[in-house]
């Protein structure tokens, strides 16, 4: 457990700037203590006990305003920064050594069965405000820049941008955008989208309060 806990703060150390030490780390990183009480939630989960996978898992929402389903799959050294809104649904899977900043949703579209989340690879970057939505396949060492929709598969090693996310670089080179006068995005559905994702963080922002007014009113 010891090497675990090790190995969880060695990764935020190298990926933010702004640690400063292993007692900080294990104490004030919302981040850490999700991934944590995941490990635990799943453990509980695998073993046949439900409820209390779930409660672990609500508490943890409460406690840091990260919900993370206790069937989600998350591989090694995964850094949550700062944390507050992100979601990751249940049959989520994400691969080694990723990171997710806050915001972040990782969820179904309400359509599909069975498998109803993204699969992650490894070495994936999302951005802030970023939604990944339904039984696509993000490739590894992709980066979704903050804000995107992302609806399909992201091949390995390419940038995502956008509403609904295009390519726009793979292997670190443009992407040509071809011009087409046919296929024209609707103005008015991207403004849906935009409307949609501000009052979902304005929902974040709400929910962050309200859970910070009731450790408040705990103490």
Known sequence: MFKQLKEDVQTIRSRDPAARSFLEIWLLYNGLK?????????WCSKHGFKFLARWISQRCVRRTNIEIHPDATIGKRLFIDHGTGVVIGETTEIGDDCT???????????????????????????????????????????????????????????????????????????????????????????????????LQLMKNQLDALKASAERQDDL
Not at 150 to 167: C, Q
Request: charged share 20%; hydrophobic share 35%; glycine share 12%.
């Open 34 to 42: 999700a991934v944590r009480s995941h490990r635990r939630a799943q």
């Open 100 to 198: 997710i900043y806050q915001g972040v949703t990782l969820g179904g579209t309400g359509k599909d069965k069975g498998k109803r989340h993204p699969t992650l690879g490894n070495h994936v970057m999302v951005g802030s405000g970023a939604k990944v939505l339904g039984p696509i396949r993000i490739g590894n060492n992709v980066r979704i820049a903050a804000g995107a929709v992302v609806l399909s598969d992201i091949p390995d090693n390419s940038t995502a941008v956008g509403v609904p996310a295009r390519v726009v670089r793979v292997n670190g080179e443009k992407v040509p955008q071809e011009l087409d006068q046919i296929h024209i995005p609707d103005p008015v559905s991207q403004e849906l989208c935009k409307m949609r994702h501000e």
